[in-house]
């Protein structure tokens, strides 16, 4: 875990405060809760270049998945 320094409005430290006070829970658990929330939902999903980017030339793939894999690993 690492330690920052965040500098609230005047109001929104209070209602921090008041809402922790009433979920018996540090404020500074619920900043890293809202903090970890906030930047799941703005992340960017980042897709593998190679997603997409070649073609086995067949159409059955999804449907043979099991019986085109099975042995594989195996010597």
Not at 30 to 51: F, I, M, N, P
Request: aromatic share 6%; glycine share 6%; no cysteine.
């Amino acid at each position: 875990m690492e330690k920052t320094t965040v500098y609230l409005d005047s109001d929104d430290y209070r209602r921090l405060k008041r809402l922790a006070a009433e979920q018996h829970r540090p404020s500074a658990e619920l900043v890293r809760e809202a903090v970890a929330e906030y930047t799941r939902r703005h992340a960017q999903h980042r897709v593998a270049r190679s997603v997409g980017a070649f073609s086995s030339g067949r159409s059955d793939v999804g449907e043979r998945a099991e019986e085109l894999l099975e042995g594989m690993g195996k010597q």
